[in-house]
């Protein structure tokens, strides 16, 4: 069965549950529609309210609401890997993601994202506010807010790059020939980015150099496009370069973050033992 989204609004004197309504509108059982609800791939609209996830399959609807379900069986039917909290600041906490789970969902579902699982641990007791996000290919540390407050303020730290955050990647060609310390600096979207990277080694029988990263600019796919940008493009990544298919996924991790807290608990600093990686 193909990706299909349905979309209806209730009409007078229609007053029944959003489970019943879609399993009429739909054809679905029952069954299938309370599951894409439990993954979030139901929405739910009332006049003049935004349109947010609906997951309780007994709610009622009323005449004017508007109910949309985007139902993909290949979605609703993974399994998510799952990430794994690498420390609780209570205000914010940071999360090591694995490659393949999504930072945050889409219409189609977020039970195999990052932020739904942050929920789903906390015994949804707390929000999941993304602050920044990783490629759903890549692997690495991600901060999560757990209020308003805390996301603002960890926003505002980025934007003023007082969050460092450090990536390893292996890209293809030998960098240390172009520079052992450098910088790349080309536009992405017409905004200006900025990436430095200091090599550590190449790997002549692979033709692969390994390379830390950090970026001065947060735009998106921004490592991969740049490396892509001067002939060394990031192992396994399917989107940009050539030559550079890898078995083993996309050869990227975000491996190590660091900040003074927001909130006045001292210098934070976490990093993950990539030495896996790095051979």
Known sequence: MKPTPYELTISPPHHATACDVLAAHTGLSKTRIKQAMNKGAVWHQRPKT???RLRKATATVKPGDRL???YDPAILSLTPTDASCQLDMQHYSIWLKPAGLMTQGTRYGDHCALSRQVERHFQMKREALLVHRIDR????LVIIAHSRTAAAKLSAMLRENRISKRYAIWVLGD???HATDGRIEFDIDDKRAVTHYKTVRYDRGRNQTLAHVRIGTGRL????RHFAQIGFPVMGDPRYGLG???PDGLRL????IAMDCPFGNGRIEKTIDIERFET
């Open 50 to 52: 935004k349109l947010r």
């Open 68 to 70: 949309l379900l985007y």
């Open 137 to 140: 290919e890549a692997a690495g």
């Open 175 to 177: 960098l240390t020939g």
């Open 221 to 224: 796919h921004q490592i991969r």
């Open 244 to 246: 550079n298919k890898c």
């Open 253 to 256: 991790v975000a491996f190590s």
